[in-house]
């Protein structure tokens, strides 16, 4: 077989039940606080009480460091400013073989609902994905 057959093959393979490439039960949305630095940031605020909060989407919670010393595969991460009453976009990556697959409005969502804010779109440079997402998202609300 040569090289493109195998290459076209490959493409042909079906992928993996989406988020589950392994046990079900032990895919996660996650989320915790770090602290706001405002020398270390680009958004700015009059507002002392910022947070940041950082959500991620992985795989594989159960005996990790310490057991077998295995990290967990995540999918996706995103963190917010928590300014207020809104949460503004901060940071967002999705690995590329879960890409429009729903990763990050899970995580959005999730984020809006441990705080109980909306996401507000107020990022002025976006990539071209990420302005898909919002159109995305604004036509499901």
Request: glycine content about 4%; proline content about 8%; overall charge negative.
């Amino acid at each position: 077989m040569n090289p493109f057959d195998q290459a076209w093959n490959l493409l042909k393979m079906p992928k993996p039940d989406f988020p589950y490439a392994y046990d079900p039960d032990q895919f996660s949305i996650t989320h915790d606080y770090i602290d706001y630095d405002p020398m270390q940031e680009e958004y700015m605020t009059g507002n002392d009480e910022v947070k940041i909060l950082q959500v991620a989407a992985h795989q594989g919670m159960k005996g990790l460091k310490g057991e077998d010393n295995v990290e967990p595969m995540k999918y996706a991460h995103s963190s917010f400013y928590v300014d207020g009453d809104k949460l503004i976009p901060r940071t967002a990556f999705t690995h590329p073989s879960f890409r429009r697959w729903g990763l990050a409005t899970d995580m959005y969502d999730h984020a809006e609902k441990v705080t109980g804010l909306p996401v507000i779109d107020e990022t002025p440079i976006q990539s071209e994905d990420a302005r898909k997402f919002w159109v995305n998202r604004r036509n499901q609300q």
